[in-house]
């Protein structure tokens, strides 16, 4: 069974339905590839699904041990390549105003952060930077 139906809306935009929820993401090319940059091109998708990736497996972590991570946040920069056209880079920077204090916990997140699904499903030419500022 499908999880997602998407379809063409035209001006090099597109639609995507997560069919169990019906919630929808709209994409458009980027200003640098033809497009209007009015959402998130699909790149952009690429780089998102890697931090939330990323978060949810710390999550599963966390709830298991009773850890809040309350005060997590990250930030994304995707870096492109000109020729051929791709994702060169993705830098992940991690920011915890309040984080745990125990460092083995700290440790665990932060290895499963990098190896979550969406990190270990990219090409390996793709370089992950992950800085974890706690």
């Given at each position: ?54 978060v ?10 009773g ?31 309040n ?16 190896t ?19």
């Amino acid at each position: 069974m499908p999880t997602i139906k998407s379809s063409y809306l035209g001006n090099l935009r597109t639609e995507a339905m997560h069919i169990q929820s019906g919630n929808l993401i709209i994409t458009d090319a980027p200003v640098d590839n033809n497009g209007k940059g009015e959402a998130f091109s699909p790149t952009d998708l690429v780089c998102a699904a890697l931090g939330s990736c990323m978060v949810t497996i710390m999550g599963i972590i966390a709830d298991r041990e009773g850890v809040s991570l309350d005060g997590l946040s990250w930030e994304i920069t995707k870096i492109m390549q000109s020729s051929p056209r791709k994702i060169q880079e993705v830098v992940v920077n991690f920011t915890w105003t309040n984080p745990a204090q125990d460092t083995a916990f700290l440790q665990k997140i932060k290895n499963a952060a990098r190896t979550c699904p969406v990190a270990l499903s990219l090409d390996p030419a793709i370089t992950q930077t992950v800085n974890f500022d706690f």
